[in-house]
């Protein structure tokens, strides 16, 4: 792919793979709505009423063919994510926007990914409604599951992995408004997200 691909284009070719599967170990209800309270106070501070703006530079190294490298800049009003990358995706789109809860289909992400999964993975934080999660334990770590779609919670409180029902994994690095990286690791490949700059909007 020539002319670096834009960092939201990195993510449109890879198909995930499986990630390593551990036994869960027992789990108490204090526990479970510990982790669900977690993920809830989460939620709450990501979509609370904010005007941000993003730069994110991307990098893909395929197992095939050269590296590619971009950017994707971000524009989140707490309702809408606006996007603009550095070259055309989704066939000549460089620009878009995608609405919390809209239920479409992501143009920034490939299918089955929703509007809310591509939002999800930009923040840092799962959009989708938890209260329900199947809650299991991992040592120090939760993972909490519904409708195909989980994430890992850290014995720091932290979000750092999401699952989608594709089976696309995003891997987190949390920070404070925004992830400070994305890493993505799939059968052609490897590609990530750089956080290099955020501020008010």
């Not at 971000?74 to 919390?100: C, H, K, P, Y």
Request: hydrophobic share 45%; aromatic share 6%.
């Amino acid at each position: 792919m020539k002319r670096g691909v834009a960092a939201c284009a990195v993510i449109l070719g890879l198909t995930m793979g499986c990630v390593s599967q551990r036994k869960p170990l027992p789990i108490t209800a204090s526990e479970v709505e510990r982790a669900r309270s977690t993920v809830q106070a989460l939620q709450e501070k990501a979509l609370a009423e904010r005007r941000i703006k993003a730069l994110f530079t991307g990098r893909i190294s395929p197992k095939v063919g050269p590296i590619g490298r971009g950017f994707v800049s971000l524009f989140w009003d707490g309702l809408v994510l606006r996007w603009r990358t550095s070259v055309a995706i989704a066939g000549n789109l460089q620009e878009g926007e995608m609405v919390l809860g809209g239920g479409k289909e992501a143009r920034l992400l490939p299918p089955p990914f929703t509007e809310d999964d591509a939002i999800s993975v930009f923040l840092g934080v799962p959009v989708w409604e938890m209260g329900d999660a199947v809650v299991e334990r991992f040592g120090g770590r939760y993972r909490l599951s519904i409708a195909g779609r989980s994430v890992e919670v850290t014995s720091a409180g932290v979000i750092d992995r999401m699952r989608f029902p594709d089976g696309t994994v995003a891997t987190l690095e949390p920070g404070d408004g925004l992830p400070r990286s994305v890493r993505i690791e799939g059968r052609s490949g490897i590609a990530e997200l750089k956080l290099e700059s955020l501020a008010p909007w």
